[in-house]
């Protein structure tokens, strides 16, 4: 594609990162309608989405049925027409996963979870994309490629789990300023639960905040770096 895109894969993915819920869009197992339910949603570092459901939900019944999906998140205004917001719509094929990782990361997000995520009914799903489709507002409109929105995050990945031991266990004092300096949050007991190319997910007990990246990070010495600056900057 040519030319500058009016709604980057980056500013979609950053949408995606942010949301809580989401709509899941998934086909009736009994007559192919179309079905949308409300889910919590969180991000694997790559950013592909991340679901918790029970086996007894119609929609993980339609997915064991047939796996294609679509995730829909968005940014409403308070006021004003709410189709002036910004929303993605990334469509794909949701599988079944067993991770520890996409556990953490999705807890970090809804640590209220928890409670149920144990549960023998209940079960992790990823979306695996194919294409995303995007609108900022009038004009901004981009039908996004999964390689543009979800570039391979391979070496974040594996590093995920250090970093946050890391961060957790040696620079507490940062981890409080990032909360109250760059979050505005009162500081004591901020944890980092996640990390990922464009951010940071804070957790004190139910609480969240998302400490976002000026840009994607993709290596280690990067993130590094960056978290070194991150440090000087909350001491201002």
């Known amino acids: 594609m040519s030319g500058q895109r009016s709604f980057s894969g980056n500013e979609a993915r950053n949408l995606l990162r942010r949301a809580r819920t989401a709509t899941l869009g998934t086909l009736n197992r009994e007559d192919g309608i179309p ?3 409300l889910v919590n ?3 694997d570092v790559r950013g592909c989405p991340l679901i918790l459901v029970s086996t007894l939900a119609w929609h993980t019944k339609n997915l064991l049925a047939d796996p294609r999906a679509s995730i829909m998140v968005a940014e409403t205004p308070e006021t004003g027409d709410a189709l002036t917001g910004a929303r993605v719509t990334v469509m794909g ?3 079944k996963i067993e991770s520890e990782q996409a556990k953490r990361r999705y807890l970090a997000r809804h640590p209220a979870a928890g409670f149920y995520a144990g549960f023998g009914d209940f079960a992790f799903w990823r979306l695996e994309p194919e294409r995303a489709h995007a609108v900022a507002g009038f004009g ?3 039908t996004i490629g999964a390689d543009e929105m979800f570039p391979s995050a391979d070496e974040m990945s594996s590093m995920e789990d250090s970093a946050i031991a890391h961060m957790n ?3 507490d004092d940062a981890i409080q300023r990032f909360a109250n300096k760059l979050l505005g949050a009162a500081p004591g007991g901020w944890k980092i639960a996640g ?4 951010g940071a997910d804070l957790l004190r007990g139910e609480e969240i905040l998302r400490l976002p990246f000026d840009a994607p990070i993709y290596s280690g010495a990067a993130l590094r770096r960056l978290l070194a600056s991150l440090g000087e900057q909350s001491k201002i």
């Open 140 to 142: 901004r409109i981009e």
């Open 195 to 198: 990390i990922d190319p464009d």
């Open 35 to 37: 079905y949308a339910s």
């Open 41 to 43: 949603v969180a991000t």
């Open 169 to 171: 266990e040696d620079h």
């Open 93 to 95: 094929r949701i599988v």
